[in-house]
């Protein structure tokens, strides 16, 4: 049985949103969609309002474990939005400590591969209208993300999940955000293991460089 499962499927263009009586453009304002196309660079329909932030083919598609969605529930006690942190899928069985770097799945037409955490920023303060959130996120680990797309093709909210190829090294999406925001005396031998994963996002490899520079001074 696959207990994994698309709950939304979200794109969306930036829009202009108010918080604290301050106008921003954003584009983690998605609406639930049917389907999606993902592209090697984007999915069609969906654009991010800083470029040198978001997006980019190691970040086509934001994922977000709905797991999650009944913590902050629960832990602000207020109702959550589909596409509440901006995600593209909205999935059940692919937490960040049951996906690894380098993980490869097949959903609908697409075939996927696990490049990176999610970095987050106050944007999902703002989208949540929660000024606490982010801290929580980080704390937590509770961050999601991303795929790159290795073969383009639909993704539909009743797509399938399949699992094509585990990556051997076994590096979890929340082993690396706790080695990065939580261990304050890294592991150097674990910093290379990670940055010696070729699948690993290029900006997260720097993040980890920079991280061993610190700490070897």
Request: proline share 5%; hydrophobic share 35%; with cysteine.
């Amino acid at each position: 049985m696959n207990s994994r499962e698309i709950i939304f499927v979200n794109k969306g263009v930036p829009k202009y949103r108010m918080y604290k009586d301050e106008s921003f453009l954003s584009g983690i304002w998605k609406e639930p969609c049917t389907e999606i196309y993902a592209g090697f660079d984007q999915i069609t329909g969906d654009q991010v309002a800083n470029p040198e932030y978001h997006g980019g083919s190691d970040r086509v598609v934001c994922v977000y474990p709905y797991e999650h969605y009944g913590h902050w529930e629960s832990a602000f006690g207020q109702a959550l939005t589909p596409s509440a942190f901006g995600e593209n899928l909205t999935v059940v069985g692919m937490t960040e400590d049951q996906v690894c770097i380098g993980d490869v799945f097949q959903i609908g037409e697409a075939v996927l591969q696990v490049s990176q955490g999610r970095y987050p920023c106050s944007t999902i303060n703002k989208r949540n209208n929660n000024h606490l959130l982010l801290k929580k996120i980080i704390q937590t680990g509770y961050t999601g993300y991303f795929f790159r797309v290795l073969e383009e093709g639909v993704v539909k909210a009743d797509s399938q999940i399949k699992k094509l190829f585990a990556h051997p090294e076994q590096i979890t999406v929340s082993s690396i955000h706790h080695l990065y925001f939580h261990d304050p005396t890294p592991s150097m031998e674990m910093i290379e293991k990670i940055v010696g994963v070729k699948e690993l996002a290029p900006q997260w490899h720097k993040y980890l460089l920079d991280l061993r520079e610190k700490h070897l001074k």
